[in-house]
């Protein structure tokens, strides 16, 4: 079977893109997928910290290009999961590095051995952004819940339209219900119906994402061990095709706890 | 203004200014009037110039291009049956022909974006999409969207905007000078409305349900009404 090309991307830096790269891909893979997942960020390279393999580099997707080594030799495989593979991005080059037309070589190279290629691009319009999304099947598009970025992502999903790799799905990731609750953040609904695509994850703010992505473990690693976990396995059989409801992310009000209306649509 | 011898219209890229002056400065000056008059439609559009059979040398096309510039104006073509003014234009890597490659409806301009299938007729233009952030469209006269006009995304239009959905961006009708166009909504909160020359803000912390509106300028300032059905 062909495999399918995913681009997550973003616009705004810092909203969470490698993060969930690193969690989707650990969450594809325990699903029975193979993927490989390609750093695009050339020059700022993280996503080998975040999956933990940073010290089994060996050669980068600039060295692939530049014919330094073959596609096989740079992928490095996951420490647990052997579906799971990393295409590093190089560290001591920049994004004038690579073209559109390399990557485009690189994922019809992966396609024929792989299920799903998941791209993490840089944050940004330009070149990086250009050449992250140019062999994409499908994109997805992170945002916060916070005006400036839910305004990059329009501009981005604007951009995708644009070049005929619509319609982007939205993740919205790092969400506070509480502050949701009280009027002071985005609502989801308030994100949706500005952006107007469709909603594929919910990922609430938590800490133990950031723990996990230092110690080079994703949070995805451990299924059930939070709410965040969860919310990525299930963005991951969402691309499956499943149809699964979106978690109950608000603390419970005094009222719901009374009545225990909480236990209705947890999970 | 001598509207009956420099006309503009939207064309596939950009604006097309014609110019029929009986000599070439004379041609400039009512351009640089022109240019003068309405800065915030033609800032940062593309323009070709239609010069007919006039006779032009390479610095005459230079005096054109550097006078666009100072306005933010781009120079790509310039039109002419003339083919001494055509070489000359060439010679400066200008367009000479504008006939797209394949036959089409003339369109107006969509910076940031590729254009989707628009049927504009002459002085109305038909878009049926959401302008996204960073997303311009500018065309001389009506425009009418069919979805949304998101925060960062801009509509200039010469004559009126009406938008079947929200706007939230920057909207600047009768852009051209028409202090009578009108801009109306199914929810009207832009970034900043303007008509003609003048400059309004959306009230701040609106939060009632969204009603359709139209604005207008009254007795020099831009007034919003709702619109009631049975009225």
């Known amino acids: 079977m062909e495999a399918r090309v995913i681009t997550v991307t973003s616009g705004k830096g810092g909203v969470g893109k490698t993060t969930l790269t690193a969690n989707l891909g650990v969450a594809l893979a325990m699903l029975g997928q193979r993927v490989v997942t390609i750093d695009a960020d050339v020059g700022l390279r993280n996503l080998d910290v975040m999956l933990g393999l940073e010290n089994r580099i060996v050669y980068d997707l600039v060295d692939v290009i530049e014919g330094r080594c073959r596609l096989r030799q740079a992928l490095v495989r996951h420490k647990q999961l052997s579906e799971l593979f990393l295409l590093p991005a190089a560290q001591t080059r920049d994004k004038s590095a690579v073209q559109p037309d390399d990557m485009l070589g690189i994922c019809d190279e992966l396609r024929g051995q792989q299920d799903i290629i998941l791209i993490d691009s840089p944050a940004g319009i330009e070149q990086g952004f250009r050449y992250a999304v140019a062999p994409a099947d499908e994109v997805l598009v992170v945002t916060n819940p916070e005006v400036p970025a839910v305004r990059d992502a329009d501009r981005v999903i604007g951009l995708i339209e644009a070049e005929d790799k619509g319609p982007a799905r939205l993740v919205v990731n790092r969400l506070k219900p509480a502050l949701v609750q009280r009027g002071e953040m985005l609502s989801i609904p308030d994100v949706v119906e500005l952006l107007a695509v469709e909603l594929i994850g919910i990922v609430p703010d938590d800490q133990a994402v950031l723990i996990a992505a230092n110690r080079g473990q994703p949070l995805a690693l451990s299924r059930n061990s939070s709410l965040a976990s969860q919310s990525f396995h299930n963005i991951a059989r969402r691309l499956m095709g499943k149809d699964v409801p979106f978690l109950t992310l608000h603390e419970p009000s005094v009222f719901e706890r009374l009545f225990g209306f909480m236990s209705a649509g947890r999970g | ?231």
């Open chain 2, 1 to 231: 203004m001598n509207s009956d011898k420099i006309t503009i219209k939207g064309i596939s890229k950009g604006l097309l200014v014609t110019l029929r002056e009986d000599s070439w400065s004379a041609g400039l000056r009512a351009l640089e009037t022109h240019l003068g008059a309405n800065p915030a439609f033609f800032r940062g559009g593309r323009v070709a110039l239609d010069v007919g059979a006039q006779d032009l040398s390479i610095s005459d096309i230079e005096e054109a291009r550097t006078l666009l510039v100072r306005h933010e104006v781009e120079l790509w073509a310039v039109v002419s049956t003339n083919s001494f003014t055509e070489a000359a234009a060439q010679e400066l890597g200008l367009v000479i022909d504008l006939r797209p490659p394949r036959p089409r409806a003339p369109e107006a301009t969509f910076e940031g974006a590729a254009l989707p299938s628009e049927e504009p007729l002459a002085d109305g233009l038909v878009v049926r999409r959401t302008l996204r952030s960073g997303q311009s469209l500018r065309h001389p006269g009506h425009i009418v969207i069919v979805g949304d006009v998101n925060p960062g995304a801009e509509v200039v239009a010469g004559g009126d905007i009406v938008v079947w959905g929200r706007v939230r961006g920057v909207v600047h009708a009768g852009a051209l000078g028409d202090g009578g166009a009108v801009v109306c909504a199914l929810d009207l909160a832009p970034m900043q409305l303007r008509i003609a020359n003048h400059i309004a803000r959306s009230p701040e912390g609106r939060q009632q349900r969204p009603e359709p509106e139209m604005a207008s300028v009254r007795d020099g300032k831009i007034v919003a009404v709702p619109w009631y059905s049975g009225e």
